[in-house]
């Protein structure tokens, strides 16, 4: 077969190739991004504006929101511009880039994601020793560790995919470049970058067990609450959290243990979705707008905005 590792294009296919289909693509992806945009800015705004979000629960609700903004900007605006454009090439370098900043933050994220759930379980099981247990320093220590170990991660993954030569037609069949559809694309079987992915999900599935546990207790610690009003609120919020880390990770466990097809299905890209696109758009509803301290932040920005155009 053509060996292609010298060639500097690749051609990301997309969902389809049927021009309407493509623009109703477009349409959505950027309906999302903008939706994704905003909410992450504004978040990231008022935790940083207003003194009473310098808390550690929002010192990390800010990281998330620094993540997802980049996250989701590393794929949906080159898939929503090929797709307007009909032109669906990416460099060589590009496609690097994304998977590299994709590893980067994606495993960041998951770090980010596990302090938080510790965070919510010292604050409700544990909360005479809360801000013993979560000054600052641990803070910055916690949030470090998830973007160094995210960036090793990140390094591995990137050098063992385009380490082995690729052949064939260069085409992968995603709205972005992703390590499943590149080691399809591989002459060879690459063991090291399947070791590296072995290694890459015992960690995530290790962390994701540490949130599941870091909820139990935390459930269990709400279910005995006397007040029935405070219990509710409780389990409202916290498991919508849930759901989204749980679709998140297992998502991508989906999308990285699965055997590809020789023919990719719609299915494998519409699950890249549910890692890459959801969980941007869905962590600022879940995790902060539908908080009082930031309906309360985002009245007094408003009103602070409206009296200085005054």
Not at 37 to 51: C, F, P, Q, R
Not at 90 to 104: A, D, E, N
Not at 113 to 134: F, G, K
Not at 225 to 236: Q, Y
Request: aromatic residues 12%; neutral net charge.
């Amino acid at each position: 077969m053509d060996n292609f590792t010298s060639r500097s294009t690749f051609f990301l296919m997309g969902f389809s190739d049927v021009r309407e289909i493509q623009i109703l693509h477009a349409v959505l992806f950027l309906l999302i991004y903008l939706a994704a945009l905003l909410g992450n800015l504004l978040i990231i705004t008022l935790t940083t504006k207003d003194h009473r979000l310098h808390t550690p629960m929002y010192f990390f609700l800010k990281n998330l929101s620094f993540l997802d903004l980049c996250l989701i900007s590393i794929t949906v605006p080159k898939s929503i511009m090929n797709s307007l454009m009909n032109h669906n090439t990416i460099s060589f370098l590009g496609c690097v880039s994304q998977v590299f900043f994709f590893f980067l933050l994606a495993s960041a994220e998951v770090g980010v994601l596990t302090v938080m759930s510790y965070d919510r379980y010292v604050a409700i099981c544990h909360p005479l020793r809360y801000d013993i247990i979560m000054d600052h320093r641990a803070c910055v220590t916690m949030t470090t560790t998830s973007w160094v170990s995210g960036g090793l991660n990140t390094v591995l993954h990137t050098a063992s995919t385009f380490y082995i030569p690729m052949c064939g037609p260069p085409e992968i069949h995603q709205f972005f470049c992703d390590v499943p559809q590149l080691l399809s694309l591989a002459c060879s079987y690459n063991i090291g970058e399947l070791v590296v992915i072995g290694l890459s999900l015992v960690l995530d599935f290790c962390c994701f067990v540490f949130i599941d546990i870091s909820y139990i207790y935390i459930f269990s610690t709400v279910l005995r609450m006397p007040s029935r009003e405070g219990r509710h609120k409780a389990i409202c919020t916290c498991l919508p959290q849930l759901l989204v880390v749980t679709l998140f990770i297992s998502s991508g466990f989906f999308a990285y243990l699965h055997p590809l097809p020789k023919s990719p299905s719609l299915l494998d890209m519409l699950v890249s979705v549910f890692y890459t696109v959801v969980p941007p758009t869905m962590n600022p509803l879940i995790y902060s707008l539908r908080n009082k301290d930031m309906k309360m932040a985002l009245r007094k920005l408003i009103m602070n905005t409206y009296n200085l155009s005054k």
